[in-house]
């Protein structure tokens, strides 16, 4: 059989053959190798997830549901959230987003233009700011900025790229969710993406020491509103916003789903449970296209 080195390499190689878009009829095998090859090791459990990931976007639910029992998942996506069908709308750009219509809101065009390009600009694939940041690097972990929101008096003529973005974001947000008005510090942070690549379930949130937002429960608490920019269309997974807040007892239920479109401002409540869908759809036909988002995060006060 093979080494556990070789396994290894094989879980990359079918790593950066999804990500480019291969066949799963290829892929499969070579997730199955690895997972047998590393059936108890921490590899072995990523390619068991991976397959299970795979098997469920090419409709084999049996097999990808023993998978998931075998490691110890009692729950999963439903297929409709992990496999939607792109032609399908997922929402409408100025009517409810049901049933989060009070919780979230979708915004068309949200920056100037000239802003939107200077943005696409500095966070390029090629830009400086992700080699400056280490950002491949597997020791980086995460890392954000904090940018004070004066009141309109208080604000000068001359300001950072981001800075102009930051606080045009966070006019749109206060125009749709009352929560944003209050807020007086904005964090954010960039993100880029292969196509099939996705993000886990996860809050944004921070210690109660170093940010004021929604309490939470242990110390920690949450923004007042989040937001994802959106710099590109047709690359990458959807954003999925579930029902379930930090202080529910109860998983989510329902949700709404927001594909990139370049210029889409996805505006929500910033104690909501979300992720990124790894796309089931083949990549664009661009060479080194990624899914490029910026987050805007609105606080009442965060501490750099």
Do not use: K
Request: some cysteine; overall charge neutral.
């Amino acid at each position: 059989g093979a080494t556990a080195a070789e396994a290894l390499d094989t879980l990359n190689m079918a790593q950066a053959l999804s990500n480019a878009g291969g066949a799963s009829t290829a892929i499969l095998p070579m997730l199955r190798g690895v997972q047998a090859a590393l059936a108890d090791s921490d590899a072995g459990a990523i390619a068991l997830d991976r397959l299970a990931l795979l098997l469920l976007q090419c409709d084999q639910l049996d097999e990808a549901d023993a998978l998931l029992r075998q490691r110890g998942y009692h729950r999963r996506l439903n297929r409709a959230v992990l496999c939607g069908h792109p032609e399908r709308p997922v929402h409408a750009a100025h009517g409810p987003l049901e049933p989060l219509a009070s919780s979230l809101a979708v915004v068309e065009n949200a920056l100037p233009l000239p802003l939107l390009a200077a943005l696409q600009a500095a966070f390029a694939p090629d830009a400086p700011f992700w080699v400056e940041h280490r950002y491949e690097h597997p020791a980086t972990g995460f890392f954000s900025y904090v940018e004070p929101l004066p009141p309109p008096s208080e604000r000068t003529r001359h300001s950072t790229l981001l800075g102009a973005v930051v606080r045009r974001i966070a006019e749109i947000a206060a125009s749709r969710l009352s929560a944003a008005s209050a807020a007086c510090t904005a964090e954010w942070w960039a993100h880029w993406r292969p196509h099939r690549a996705g993000v886990p379930l996860h809050f944004d949130s921070a210690s109660a020491h170093l940010a004021e937002g929604r309490p939470e429960a242990d110390g920690m608490c949450t923004p007042l509103v989040s937001t994802v920019l959106y710099l590109h269309g047709g690359v990458g997974g959807r954003t999925l916003v579930t029902d379930q807040r930090w202080s529910s007892s109860e998983l989510a239920r329902t949700g709404a789903l927001v594909s990139p479109a370049a210029n889409r401002l996805l505006v929500f409540e910033g104690d909501l449970l979300h992720a990124v869908v790894p796309a089931a759809t083949p990549p664009p036909a661009a060479t080194g296209a990624m899914r490029t988002t910026l987050m805007v995060a609105l606080w009442r006060r965060m501490t750099p």
